[in-house]
């Protein structure tokens, strides 16, 4: 009669190798919500980013005199003494986050009689390092309309910077 061999720690090995298992699982599907909560974030800005343009639009043909808003804190003002409306969540992404962006300081110029005014603002996410960033791309917005992206959640984009598709 043969006698098997039993192998010391078999049923601990089995334990360890299914709670290693299920731990792998779960930070795969970690990082894989992750992800797409940062692809999400960023295509739920853009629509909002682009909307600031209308909003600048708005405000140099009606409030402006010709200029664009230097902050959304002017266009909340506009919005108050012109009863313009804007949509409050571009008004309020320059100092709340909104799907995970804010919106840096706007950059203007002003009308003069040769130049026509400009303005630029970048939208970079909330959290920009680590494991939770917040989105996975900046955006650059200018008069023109053209959303531009640096492509990273850390480099901040231009006018020079490829058009988001």
Known sequence: MVIPKRQPYGNISRFLFGVTLTIALIISLSWYWIGTLQQRNAKAARPLIRELVIAQVTYTLMAGKGNFASTTLDLRQATDNNKLYFNQSIIKMQTEPQYGYLI???KTTPVTVSQQPTFSAVAVPVLQYGLFY??????????????????SPTKIPDASSPPVE
């Open 134 to 151: 917040a989105g996975n791309d900046c955006f650059y917005i200018d008069q023109t309309g053209i959303i531009r992206h640096s492509g």
């Open 104 to 106: 840096g300081r706007i």
